[in-house]
């Protein structure tokens, strides 16, 4: 059974960093992507960053030159390294993965910026 299992939310203060990290079941390699989403109150879920198997990066506009994905095929984990926090980065962090039409989620981390 596939799982995806976040680690790394809490608070801290604006300007601050928060390394959030995704630990998969099984192989990474398994999965044709592995993202990050938030979901803050009141709004949609957004893609914040991903990883494609072939090691491509993409980002959300507000998230480029402050968050860094990036994976260790070792430990079998996607990491979020997030600095220069902001208040509007507040949300509930969900891992994703996909293989071929399927998502797999995990259950979520909060991360809370005070300002």
């Known amino acids: 059974q596939v799982q995806l299992v976040e680690s790394g939310g809490g608070l801290v203060q604006a300007g601050g960093s928060l390394r959030l990290s995704c630990a998969a079941s099984?192989?990474?390699?398994?999965?044709?992507?592995i993202g990050w989403y938030r979901q803050a109150p009141g709004k949609q879920r957004e893609l914040v960053a991903s990883?494609?198997?072939?090691?491509?990066?993409h980002y959300v506009d507000s998230a480029k030159d402050r968050f860094t994905i990036s994976r260790d095929i070792v430990q079998n984990t996607v990491y979020l390294q997030m600095n220069s926090l902001k208040a509007e980065d507040t949300a509930v962090y969900y891992c994703?993965?996909?293989?071929?039409?399927?998502?797999?989620w995990g259950q979520g981390t909060q991360v809370t910026v005070s300002s």
């Open positions: 990883i494609t198997l072939g090691g491509s990066t």
């Open positions: 994703n993965g996909k293989i071929m039409a399927t998502d797999y």
């Open positions: 099984g192989s990474i390699f398994s999965f044709n992507a």
